[in-house]
């Protein structure tokens, strides 16, 4: 189960509209303004940065038995859609692989060129202003030919390494900074 939910602040739930029961929901629209002049600005004008790896905080990490288990980060800026990226990072260890252990199995199908002796996992979150959260931006996932359904991108899948995952980071930044949601 994630740990992301359960750490992430998210805005209070907006309340119905006096008056009836089935009233549809409230909304307020964000629109940015000129502190001096009070005009209105373009959408984005708050959000010109672009994520980077540089600018990250931790959140949590999780260890057991003196291993890093899973860790979870956040970009401290937004992406162009006012959008907050976070990342779930795990650590997977295979410590005695046996016959029927993932990473052989990758391997024996061909998704992989050799036999992972660990890999990094990573759950993506992208949550919205008004607080909907979504798996977006995650380049261990690409769509079907078809576009029915999300599989494991193999290209991403790498043994655990600080390297790779800051292969893995810098990719959810490039997917983020260029507005790509999905790996078609």
């Avoid at 540089?54 to 260890?63: A, C, G, S, W, Y």
């Avoid at 990072?89 to 199908?109: F, Q, V």
């Avoid at 050799?114 to 992208?126: D, F, K, Q, V």
């Amino acid at each position: 189960m994630s740990l992301w939910p359960r750490l992430h602040k998210h805005p209070p739930i907006k309340k119905r509209v006096p008056g009836s029961s089935l009233a549809p929901l409230q909304s307020k629209k964000f629109i940015p303004t000129n502190q001096k002049t009070g005009s209105l600005q373009d959408k984005h004008r708050h959000y010109e940065k672009m994520l980077s790896i540089d600018r990250i905080k931790e959140i949590k990490t999780t260890e057991f038995a003196g291993r890093v288990m899973n860790k979870l980060i956040e970009f401290e800026d937004k992406t162009k859609d006012g959008e907050t990226v976070g990342i779930e990072i795990m650590y997977c260890y295979e410590d005695a692989p046996t016959k029927h252990s993932l990473t052989r199995l990758w391997h024996e199908k061909g998704y992989t060129k050799e036999l992972l002796p660990s890999y990094i996992c990573i759950h993506t979150y992208a949550t919205l202003e008004n607080g909907m959260c979504y798996g977006y931006y995650n380049p261990q996932e690409k769509t079907t030919e078809d576009g029915k359904r999300r599989v494991i991108n193999f290209d991403y899948m790498f043994p655990i390494s600080k390297d790779n995952e800051k292969k893995l980071i810098m990719a959810v930044a490039n997917m983020a900074n260029k507005g790509q949601k999905h790996i078609i």
